[in-house]
């Protein structure tokens, strides 16, 4: 089977030390990560981690149902890149003489719809966000100006089902058996079981 990109969305408790758990998990069976990012998600104490990763779908489905073992994990789900709506940011560091020189940049910046964060007399910042290709393709044009810096953010995405995971998470919290109340036959009796 052929390995391809997947992106893992991962619905957890923001417990502290999941994120060793889940790293463990790849490092035994030395799986690269491509990107990890990690936020609130839309629902109240439930963090999502989202995870990039090439691998055969076998792999991968085997990797989903071990993370779905663990404790503080809700739902994880593994899409293609055309199952979801992906994107990253970049940020651009590039000498201000330069940009101030060449119109051309100027262009170039509208053409990739970057932003200017910071002017300084020695630098100049811009963001733009976009996939690999776009950020790549602008990365390459600045370098030509003398690129000073630059970082690009890890990949963020949405699941492009119009349903996402909200209700699945919520209607598993509804029927979590944990949070079900017990019915126990000798708690009615409580006093002659406890009497000495």
């Not at 839309?42 to 989903?64: G, Q, S, Y």
């Not at 509208?110 to 932003?115: D, E, I, P």
């Not at 976009?130 to 003398?146: R, T």
């Amino acid at each position: 089977m052929m390995k391809q990109e997947y992106t893992l969305t991962i619905y957890t408790e923001n417990q502290v030390g999941l994120i060793n758990k889940i790293a463990i998990m790849f490092s035994r069976r030395k799986i690269n990560l491509e990107s990890l990012n990690t936020s609130p998600s839309e629902i109240d104490n439930i963090h999502r981690f989202t995870i990039v990763l090439k691998e055969t779908e076998a792999v991968v489905k085997n990797l989903v149902r071990q993370m779905e073992k663990l404790v503080d994990v809700f739902k994880v789900n593994y899409n293609t890149n055309d199952e979801i709506i992906w994107q990253q940011i970049a940020l651009y560091k590039v000498p201000t003489p330069i940009i101030m020189k060449e119109v051309k940049v100027e262009r170039l910046l509208r053409k990739y719809g970057a932003r200017t964060v910071v002017i300084r007399d020695d630098y100049t910042v811009f963001e733009t966000t976009g996939q690999d290709e776009e950020v790549d393709n602008l990365l390459k044009e600045l370098d030509k100006y003398g690129l000073i810096e630059f970082v690009r953010s890890s990949r963020i995405a949405i699941i492009k089902s119009s349903e996402g995971v909200h209700k699945k998470v919520l209607d598993m919290e509804k029927n979590d058996p944990t949070k079900k109340p017990i019915n126990n036959e000798f708690l009615s009796h409580k006093s002659i079981i406890f009497e000495m």
